[in-house]
């Protein structure tokens, strides 16, 4: 089976540093990507890693650990507008798995 | 450049009735997905589709519910017979291929079934 394990919420306040782990099992692993959902609306692509390491972009960061299974997204600087659903995925053979979600909260 | 379109954004069935959803990918992306939401949970896919073929449709159930992607024209999700449980948020997402484990998503279809 396959399934993908994430906090399901996560609070912080603005300028802060948040990290949301993701552990995952799964079959035919190609990748790990990230989204942002906003309540109400679609989902959007953050970061993707394929290889093990860092993938830093602007005040998002993402780790993957393909030993360990686990990867995590690093927000930085935190702002208002981030305050939103975050969901792991992972690219399996021909499409995407999504996590449960994490809901951060990010008061002033 | 538009981006994923669907169409209508909110749908009102009464249980029994057909729900008919529908996705423009991307111009350009002959790739597109159908992912099921409900509240406070996350994306389940359902079905991926190429031009004129069914690539995957493992998150289909196995009945009332049916996808195509024709030749010309838009992807369809259709869901016959609907029931309260059908109530959820359809999002249809596309790509030129899986680069990068990205893809585009539209702003979905909310369906309510009375």
């Known amino acids: 089976g396959q399934s993908l394990e994430q906090p399901s919420e996560v609070t912080a306040v603005e300028g802060a540093i948040v990290q949301i782990n993701c552990t995952y099992q799964t079959s035919g692993f190609y990748g790990l990507s990230w989204y942002q959902q906003h309540d109400g609306g679609a989902p959007t692509f953050l970061s993707y890693n394929g290889l093990d390491g860092l993938e830093e972009t602007g005040r998002f960061s993402s780790f993957l650990s393909r030993s360990d299974s686990y990867g995590y997204l690093l927000l930085q600087e935190l702002q208002m507008k981030d305050s939103a659903s975050y969901f792991c995925a992972v690219y399996n053979t021909d499409k995407l798995i999504f996590g449960t979600g994490t809901r951060l909260q990010v008061f002033p | 450049n538009a981006g994923v379109m669907q169409n209508p954004r909110h749908l009102v069935r009464r249980r029994g009735q057909e729900a008919r959803l529908r996705c423009s990918p991307m111009?350009?992306?002959?790739?597109v997905y159908w992912y099921r939401q409900l509240p406070e949970e996350g994306l389940k896919f359902m079905v991926y589709?190429?031009?004129?073929?069914?690539?995957?449709e493992s998150g289909m159930p196995k009945e009332r519910f049916s996808a195509e992607f024709p030749k010309e024209g838009p992807s369809i999700l259709r869901i016959q017979q609907v029931v309260r449980g059908d109530s959820a948020a359809y999002f249809c997402?596309?790509?030129?291929?899986?680069?990068?484990?990205?893809?585009?998503f539209g702003s979905g279809t909310q369906l309510s079934v009375l």
């Open positions: 997402a596309s790509s030129s291929e899986l680069v990068q484990g990205k893809l585009f």
């Open positions: 589709l190429q031009k004129e073929n069914i690539i995957d």
């Open positions: 111009k350009g992306h002959s790739h």
